[in-house]
Nanobody, 128 residues
Framework: QVQLVESGGGLVQAGGSLRLSCAASGRTFSSYHMGWFRQAPGKEREFVAAVSWSGSRIYYADSVKGRFTISRDNAKNTVYLQMSSLKPEDTAVYYC?????????????????????WGQGTQVTVSS
C-alpha cells in the first residue's frame, strides 16, 4: 500500500505558474505508475497527466499539453506537476494517484478507475 500527500497548490494569476508535488510513503515508489487528475466544482474528475514507473513514458490531456509537465524522482518518492501559462479554467482540486506497475502503462492510464490509491488533493485557483 502507498500513501500520497499533495502540496504546492494556491492562488495564482492567469499566466502564472505553480509546481505541485505528491510525496509517497509506504511501499516502494517505483512500484507505481503515477497520475495527476483534477476536479472543478460541479464537474467530474478529469485526467491531467500520467507518468510510467520509470519516467520513460508520459501522457497528457490535450487541454494541458504544452503548458504542464509531469515528472518524478524515484529517489525522493515524489511526483511533480509543473504548471505554466495557467488559465482560470485550470482552477480545480488536483489529485495525485498511484497504479501498480504490474499493469502495463497504456492509454488506460488516463482513466481514473485505473488507479488504486489517491491523495487528499490540493486546491489550485487561477484568477483572471
Amino acid at each position: 500500500q502507498v500513501q500520497l500527500v499533495e502540496s504546492g497548490g494556491g492562488l495564482v494569476q492567469a499566466g502564472g505558474s505553480l509546481r505541485l508535488s505528491c510525496a509517497a510513503s509506504g511501499r516502494t515508489f517505483s512500484s507505481y505508475h503515477m497520475g495527476w487528475f483534477r476536479q472543478a466544482p460541479g464537474k467530474e474528475r478529469e485526467f491531467v497527466a500520467a507518468v510510467s514507473w520509470s519516467g520513460s513514458r508520459i501522457y497528457y490531456a490535450d487541454s494541458v499539453k504544452g503548458r504542464f509537465t509531469i515528472s518524478r524522482d524515484n529517489a525522493k518518492n515524489t511526483v511533480y506537476l509543473q504548471m505554466s501559462s495557467l488559465k482560470p479554467e485550470d482552477t480545480a482540486v488536483y489529485y495525485c494517484a498511484a497504479r501498480s506497475r504490474t499493469a502495463l502503462f497504456t492509454e488506460q492510464a488516463m482513466a481514473s478507475g485505473a488507479y488504486d490509491y489517491w491523495g487528499q488533493g490540493t486546491q489550485v485557483t487561477v484568477s483572471s
